[in-house]
Nanobody, 120 residues
Framework: QVQLVESGGGLVQAGGSLRLSCTAS????????MGWYRQAPGKQRELVAT???????NYADSVKGRFTISRDNAKNTVYLQMSSLKPEDTAVYYC??????????????WGQGTQVTVSS
């Protein structure tokens, strides 16, 4: 069974930084396309950033230049470094993993979410 476990959320002042981590288990991590999504109260879940199995990255326009997604295949972990945080970045952040290829656990998975709150 594939599991994604997030950590690193919290409360930070505007302009500050946080790093989120998401560790995967139950599959071969190098075959997993990873992403971060977020959902603010009363809003739909939205894409923040993705990173492919070849480490190609994609970002929402709202976070470009401020957030960086990266992965460490040796640690089965994806990171989201968030800088210059704004109050509008406040949301529950979810880790997503899409397992590709003929490996155990092929499919789409979500973590439990971690709260990020940015105070003004």
């Amino acid at each position: 069974q594939v599991q994604l476990v997030e950590s690193g959320g919290g409360l930070v002042q505007a302009g500050g930084s946080l790093r989120l981590s998401c560790t995967a288990s139950g599959t071969i991590f190098s075959f997993v396309i990873m992403g971060w999504y977020r959902q603010a109260p009363g809003k739909q879940r939205e894409l923040v950033a993705t990173i492919s199995t070849g480490s190609f990255t994609n970002y929402a326009d709202s976070v470009k230049g401020r957030f960086t997604i990266s992965r460490d295949n040796a640690k089965n972990t994806v990171y989201l470094q968030m800088s210059s945080l704004k109050p509008e970045d406040t949301a529950v952040y979810y880790c997503n993993g899409y397992v590709t290829g003929a490996v155990p656990g092929r499919g789409n998975y979500w973590g439990q979410g971690t709260q990020v709150t940015v105070s003004s």
